[in-house]
């Protein structure tokens, strides 16, 4: 009875847990690439969403909705860069991170308009049959967002590790300036990495519709949630990252379910304030805190 | 100062009274009178983000957070515990500052985004504690029938008086803004936004003035959201939620970050522009425009309308100066000669086996020696030698591996960069590290903030003697730009300077602050010959102040005209230590120089 408790709440929460991982990944790259963390990038997950169960509702075959939905966000994720971060490539950094808070609530408020406060729906991708992992009953739909994170993930790191512009990517997040000096050209890869952060988050908030539902404001909690996970591997590390996120979506689903489903925000924000009290601090003392942010902003 | 400029402060003070006074006899009737009130109560709360934000560059997304402690703590002791209602502000106002202070004094010291997201996580926390705690909070109905503001059971009248209450206390906040800003801490804000290398050069304790920041607009916050409850007569947790939060960003950005004002403005414009809204039935648009405008005036209008405001003010009172010819002619006797310390020949820094390794790198191995007081010593080496992480490893920039580093006896090896300015070394950099965002008299004012002592409190009422310290801090820093040969230059902002002006900016700073031991990154590097020279006689001016010099440096020129004592450095450790002459024919000396072969 307790065992299958345990499993009722693990796999929902590892379910989950993989919408934050591909969020957190999308925040490692871009803060690498970019120098800028991405306030917006939790919104992606609640577009992909939003967008392809309203085209569904419209008429149109999930096959077609799906990459529809996921190439508007890698250019809306594009069009971000572009239009709002390009042009102050040199501002403070404080103004730019602002600026994507900015362009999260107008992707926000568009949504409120455009789909309406109610949440939308997609049917399970194959059907809305269900399977059995010890003792816990679990949507088959389940296995498409465990299956569709693992494919992303191994695209991903396949890319990072055996492509040009992937170690391009990964000279940037290593030193900026060097790289630039051997002639990547950073502009180009920073439209790119926004793409991709943008549609890989539609593609996770998209398997998980059929699931969580999708409504017009839960962007701003994977957009956190997928923050914390990244904020473990100092923004730096995209495996931690990803790690981090699934953590951070099984601790969530199994506070929820053996505290209280009420505060279990609560206790996931806890968690991570503690984190940062210990992590930025309140154990070190002298120089060496000069050490972790020497980065100049 | 000019007479136009100082007008332009008690005049934008004079404007907003008027605009606040006269706004509810032009649209009387109890909800335009709200609506000022609302603005009002959010205008105080902007007060202190502004300063936090757009002077110090920190970055807090969940300030909502504050107005909720301040709102809850009113709605509470009045509604269930029957409190004053001042009481009850007062209060919000001590535990949204404790909050503040618990929180941000280890967050403060990481850089970067991290107090965005906390902040914000700290909102949403609260927010579900508000939601869950339904005993004490009232839960999602929220808590009810909360009186009308008093103070001391002594009502305050009808709703027209509590608007002037509330715009009161907006200027009263505003006014503690606007003291900060022209103190030694709106100069500390300044500098750590722009460079905190240099701010921590000068004796700024750089978590202090952050946390400082972090507490005030806590507080501000606090009242805001008291008063707005006391308006509203209910509190719940969707008063201050996450679009309030947004509102309150927006609203700063709106009415610029670089001015107190910029608050109190965009306060009032974001009010206006939800009423707008309200009257054309497009409350859903609000999320959408107040998310565009933040975006477009932050990449086309960063001053916002307080910076328009001013620039406008500027241009009618026709306050373009430009091109001031600047006095080469340095003045020496402008500051006076050092007194008390050491005397001459006395050791005043002993380096004592100091190690720093990066990986399998030693970059600094077991390197000892001694400055003597009164001297002028060159640290010297080729490239790559260490002496730029030996001066780091001194100036308190990175922590040593192992040895000591004493000053005038005292161990320093484990002081932070801004304790050991405290202490009276002064430091130059390499690479300019000035301020871009103040005028050079402002840059060189910095330098005095190790020898002021007005604490926050005096500077936020404006004591008498806050006044007198800054006319002090204002002469020696003219006096600093005299001896170094800018007087004209002290209204114009660095970037506006030659290259090897820019460099003299920073030598007045780091001797504005008298400080006994010099420290001098490459002072030579990016000059011409003739500005060169002058460097040279500039150094050996500061040298006949009593004032011992420290100079990592290039040219050999210089340094064998200069130096008293030459420590000459290679991959990692010291290879010789005597004076100009001595070092010159030393073979280790040439063969690290030319090489090998040179010696033979």
Excluded at chain 1, 202 to 212: D, E, H, K, N, Y
Excluded at chain 2, 508 to 531: H, Q
């Amino acid at each position: 009875m307790t065992q299958s408790l345990f499993f009722e709440l693990l796999l929902p929460g590892l379910t989950t847990g993989c919408v934050y991982a591909l969020v957190a990944l999308g925040f490692v790259l871009t803060a690498n690439v970019a120098n800028v963390v991405n306030f917006a990038q939790g919104e992606y997950v609640m577009l992909g969403g939003m967008l392809t169960a309203w085209l569904y509702a419209e008429g149109v075959p999930l096959w077609l909705a799906i990459p529809l939905a996921t190439v508007v966000c890698a250019m809306i994720g594009a069009a971000q860069e572009r239009l709002t971060l390009a042009p102050v490539r040199h501002t403070p950094q404080f103004i730019r991170v602002t600026i994507t808070l900015g362009v999260a609530v107008v992707l926000r408020g568009i949504a409120l308009i455009a789909f309406g406060k109610d949440p939308l729906s997609l049917p399970g991708f194959s059907g809305d049959g269900a399977f059995e992992i010890g003792g816990a009953v679990m949507p088959l739909q389940t296995l498409w967002v465990w299956g569709a994170t693992a494919a992303l993930l191994l695209v991903t790191f396949w890319f990072l590790k055996f492509t040009d512009i992937g170690r391009a990517v990964r000279a940037c997040s290593i030193n900026l300036q060097a790289a630039r000096l051997m002639g990547v050209k950073a502009e180009r890869l920073t439209l790119l990495v926004f793409a991709a952060a943008g549609g890989t988050g539609a593609l996770a908030g998209i398997v998980v519709t059929p699931i969580v539902l999708s409504t017009w404001d839960a962007g701003i909690s994977y957009g956190l949630k997928g923050f914390i996970g990244a904020i473990l591997g100092s923004l730096r590390s995209p495996t931690i990252a990803v790690a981090g996120g699934l953590g951070i979506g099984v601790i969530e689903s199994l506070s929820a379910g053996y505290i209280s489903s009420g505060m279990k925000d609560a206790i996931v924000y806890g968690v991570l304030i503690v984190y940062l009290l210990v992590q930025g601090g309140v154990f070190v003392f002298g120089r060496a805190t000069l050490i972790d942010g020497s980065r100049e902003q | 100062m000019s007479t136009v400029a100082s007008w332009k402060r008690p005049l934008a003070f004079a404007a907003a009274l008027v605009a606040v006074a006269v706004y509810p006899l032009i649209s009387p009737g109890s909800y335009p009178i709200g609506v000022g009130t609302v603005a009002g109560a959010m205008a105080a709360g902007t007060v202190g983000f502004v300063l936090l934000l757009g002077y110090a560059h920190q970055l807090a997304f969940g300030q909502a957070g504050f107005l909720m402690i301040g709102g809850y703590t009113s709605a509470i002791l009045c509604v269930t515990y029957g409190w004053d209602p001042f009481l009850a502000l007062v209060v919000g106002i001590l535990l949204s500052m404790a909050l503040a202070y618990v929180i941000a004094r280890p967050i403060l010291k990481l850089r970067g985004f991290v107090l965005a997201m906390v902040s914000l996580a700290i909102q949403l926390v609260l927010i579900v504690l508000a939601l869950e705690a339904v005993s004490i909070t009232g839960g999602a109905l929220g808590t009810q029938g909360v009186p009308k503001f008093s103070i001391f059971g002594l009502p305050l009248g009808g709703d027209l008086v509590f608007y002037y209450f509330v715009w009161v206390v907006a200027f009263i906040c505003v006014g503690i803004g606007l003291n900060i800003d022209r103190s030694r801490i709106g100069r500390a804000l300044k500098a750590i936004a722009a460079s905190e290398t240099a701010a921590g050069s000068v004796g700024i304790d750089i978590v202090k003035h952050k946390v400082q920041m972090f507490v005030i607009s806590a507080g501000m916050a606090s009242v805001a959201g008291s008063l707005g409850v006391h308006y509203l007569r209910a509190m719940d947790p969707n008063v201050y939620g996450f679009a309030y939060s947004l509102n309150l960003l927006t609203a700063v950005i709106i009415g610029g970050l670089t001015s107190v004002w910029g608050g109190a403005l965009g306060a009032t414009a974001i009010t206006a522009i939800r009423e707008l809204l309200r009257s054309l039935s497009l409350p859903l648009w609000e999320a959408v425009i107040m998310g565009t405008l933040t975006v477009v005036v932050l990449l086309a209008f960063p001053g916002g309308l307080a910076g328009a405001i001013g620039a406008l003010y500027d241009r009618l009172a026709g306050r373009e100066r430009k091109g001031r010819s600047i006095a080469v002619e340095p003045d020496p006797s402008a500051l006076p000669p050092l007194e008390g310390g050491p005397s001459p020949g006395e050791i005043m820094l002993e380096v004592e086996g100091v190690e720093r390794a990066f990986g399998n790198l030693r970059a600094v191995n077991k390197v000892s020696f001694k400055v003597a007081t009164g001297s002028i010593t060159a640290l010297i080496g080729p490239n790559g030698a260490g002496k730029t992480t030996l001066f780091n490893l001194i100036g308190g920039y990175q922590p040593l591996d192992d040895g000591t580093v004493r000053f005038l006896g005292e161990p320093i090896e484990k002081l932070l960069p801004s304790e050991i300015a405290e202490r009276g070394i002064g430091r130059t950099f390499q690479n300019l590290h000035l301020f871009p965002n103040m005028t050079v008299l402002e840059n060189v004012m910095c330098g005095r903030h190790r020898l002021n002592s007005a604490g926050i409190l005096a500077i936020s009422a404006r004591l008498p003697r806050v006044a007198v310290e800054e006319e002090e801090s204002r002469r020696a820093a003219r006096a600093a730009l005299a001896f170094v040969g800018l007087q004209g230059a002290e209204e114009t902002y660095p970037t506006a300077l030659s290259f090897g002006h820019q460099r003299l900016v920073e030598v007045a700073r780091a001797m504005a602050s008298s400080p006994t031991l010099l420290l001098m990154d490459e002072p030579a590097s990016g000059l011409n010959d003739t500005e060169t020279e002058r460097l040279a006689e500039l150094i050996l001016r500061i040298a006949a102040l009593g004032v011992t010099v420290l100079l990592v440096e290039h040219d050999m020129r210089l340094v064998m005209g200069l130096a008293d004592q030459i420590v000459v450095m290679h991959h990692g450790e010291k290879i010789a230590d005597d004076s100009a002459d001595v070092v010159r024919a030393h073979p280790a000396v040439i063969a690290a120089y030319l090489g090998q072969e040179a010696v033979a």
